[in-house]
Antibody, heavy 120, light 110 residues
Framework: QVTLRESGPALVKPTQTLTLTCSFSGFSLSTKEMCVAWIRQPPGKALEWLALIDWEGDKYYSPSLRTRLTISKDTSENQVLLRVTNVDPVDTATYYC????????????WGQGTLVTVSS | QSVLTQPPSVSAAPGQKVTISCSGSTSNIGYNFVSWYQHLPGTAPKLLIYDNNERPSGIPDRFSGSKSGTSATLGITGLQTGDEADYYCVTWDSSLSAPVFGGGTKLTVL
């Protein structure tokens, strides 16, 4: 059974660095062509892809947020981390992690999401 | 501004059929598979359709997908009040080397 769960601070101040953790089970990120992605949804707005990391550790980022994002993985702990630097109130959103199964471009399992509010 | 264009909202009566369009370009829909998701606020998005027209196990055949050229369509028949949700199309954009999302369509079952 595949599950993903996001965790992180509910509130961060502007200019701080936000670190989110995606803990997953039921699959291994060392499996060939497996990927995990981060997606967010600001209140009242659409889903927005942020970053993904594949089984080899290759990383892909949203062009508009590339300079502020860092994605990493801890395969032994079944976790994927996302770091967002210099946060702003516009980064207030529900953040989701999701799995991309081997050699595909769709997200088959998602976490429940974690709401992060950026406010002083 | 989303890379893929969806209508902001659609509506239909219970039992009726509705279609949701998703328009893109040759760098995304034109050469890559499309997937569709149902999203209820506060819940995890659910995969409805992948590879343009395939349904994961457990998704009823009331949901269907198609693609033609640079556009894709999600169809839902036998509408139920429980289908009220936001629906998103997603594909890979070869120029951006990134997944791209549509702006989402809110379905209202009147």
């Amino acid at each position: 059974q595949v599950t993903l769960r996001e965790s992180g601070p509910a509130l961060v101040k502007p200019t701080q660095t936000l670190t989110l953790t995606c803990s997953f089970s039921g699959f291994s990120l060392s499996t060939k062509e497996m990927c995990v992605a981060w997606i967010r949804q600001p209140p009242g707005k659409a889903l927005e892809w942020l970053a993904l990391i594949d089984w080899e550790g290759d990383k892909y980022y949203s062009p508009s947020l590339r300079t502020r994002l860092t994605i990493s993985k801890d395969t032994s702990e079944n976790q994927v981390l996302l770091r967002v630097t210099n946060v702003d109130p516009v980064d207030t959103a529900t953040y989701y992690c999701a799995r991309i199964p081997g050699k595909s471009n769709y997200f088959d399992f998602w976490g429940q999401g974690t709401l992060v509010t950026v406010s002083s | 501004q989303s890379v893929l264009t969806q209508p902001p909202s659609v509506s239909a009566a219970p039992g009726q059929k509705v279609t949701i369009s998703c328009s893109g370009s040759t760098s995304n829909i034109g050469y890559n598979f499309v997937s569709w998701y149902q999203h209820l606020p506060g819940t995890a998005p659910k995969l409805l359709i992948y590879d343009n027209n395939e349904r994961p196990s457990g998704i009823p055949d009331r949901f269907s997908g198609s693609k033609s050229g640079t556009s894709a369509t999600l169809g839902i028949t036998g509408l139920q009040t429980g289908d009220e949700a936001d629906y998103y199309c997603v594909t890979w954009d070869s120029s951006l080397s990134a997944p791209v999302f549509g702006g989402g369509t809110k379905l209202t079952v009147l």
